[in-house]
Structure formats: C-alpha cells, structure tokens
C-alpha cells in the first residue's frame, strides 16, 4: 500500500472509530420556557415590592401640617386653657415652628426661639425641656403626645422633635390643634398654626 492510502485509511478509521460527540444545544423550546419562568418570577417580585412601598408610603404621607406658632400669653384666666391644658404661668414667646404629622403618628416637628418673655429670666429658656400634643376633634381630642420626658431646649430656645406620637392619631384629623407643653408641668408654651 502506498503512503498516501495508508494515511486516507487511517485518517478514515480513527474518525469512525472516534467520533466527536455531538453538540449538545439548548432546544429553542427549552430556552423560550426558562425565560418565560425566569420573567413571571421577576414580574412577582417587582409587585410585592411596589405593593409593600405603596403600603409604607401611605403611612409616611402627612395627616396635618403646622407652620408658624404662637407663644402663650397667660392671663390667669381659664380662656388661655386649650383642650383642658392649662397656659404656662408666664409670657412664652416662639420665633418659628414647622411640623409634620404623618399618618403612623410620625411627627417631625423644628421650633425655633422658644424663650420667656417677661419676668427676670426673660430671653431665657428657663432650662425647660417640652414635648408635642396633638388634639383631633373627631376623636375627643384625646391627648396624642410624643415622648413625656421631652427634649430640652437650647440656649436660644431652638428645639427638634422626631418622634411617634402616641396613641396614634386618628385618619382623618379634624380641627387639629398641636401645643408645646413643659415635660414637668404639662403647661402648654406655645401652639402650632394649622396649614
């Protein structure tokens, strides 16, 4: 046998003798049913997501608003009683106040300048620590308060509350008044103006 023979047969025998194994490939039908499972288990997910966003985001949407204050002016009488919570003893001025209540309870509420305003420690802030109350006509104005201890107030009488009022107010909240009150007396100091 010639040399070129010889290597045709053998060149023929080892590819019968030792085929490639065959391309094993992904069958369109097999590929078209992952996606479609792989997409319905994303779409799921993505609803769940947005379902319990949408759940949250109507519970940090706002109940009321108060922009602005009023310091409380004492006259010894019961006409500077708001909601059964009787007026400071003295003159309380406050600068600014901008709150925040939320449907939860959150509130947020930054005042600014709450000082005496008569007496002999006028300008001062007596060394006062204050909370929030919101009151709700349609619910008997029941007390719903931030934490009792309160925050003290600054040197200049600036002041940060971020808390959870509690009991929860009720949804909606009708007539709102929102006062700042001595955590050692319950006196009110100061009122927030309803937006």
Not at 103 to 114: A, K, N, P, V, Y
């Amino acid at each position: 046998m010639n040399p070129m023979m010889r290597l045709s047969a053998l060149l023929f025998t080892t590819s019968i003798s030792n085929p490639k194994p065959p391309k094993r490939g992904i069958s369109r039908r097999s590929f078209l049913g992952t996606t479609l499972a792989v997409g319905g288990v994303v779409f799921v997910m993505v609803a769940i997501a947005q379902s319990a966003l949408a759940q949250n985001s109507v519970l940090t949407q706002n109940l009321v608003r108060f922009s602005g204050g009023i310091g409380v002016i004492p006259t010894g009488s019961a006409n500077t009683t708001v909601r059964g919570v009787a007026a400071a003893g003295q003159i309380w001025v406050i600068r600014d106040l901008a709150a925040d209540v939320k449907q939860d309870g959150g509130i947020r509420l930054d005042g600014r300048g709450l000082l005496l305003a008569s007496g002999n420690a006028v300008g001062s802030n007596a060394n006062a620590s204050i909370f929030a109350t919101l009151f709700c006509a349609n619910d008997g104005n029941i007390q719903h308060s931030s934490n009792l201890a309160g925050v003290p107030l600054e040197v200049n009488g600036d002041f940060r509350i971020d808390d959870t009022l509690s009991p929860a107010p009720p949804n909606p909240c009708t007539s709102p008044v929102l006062l700042i009150r001595s955590a050692g007396s319950g006196s009110w100091f100061a009122a927030g103006i309803p937006r």
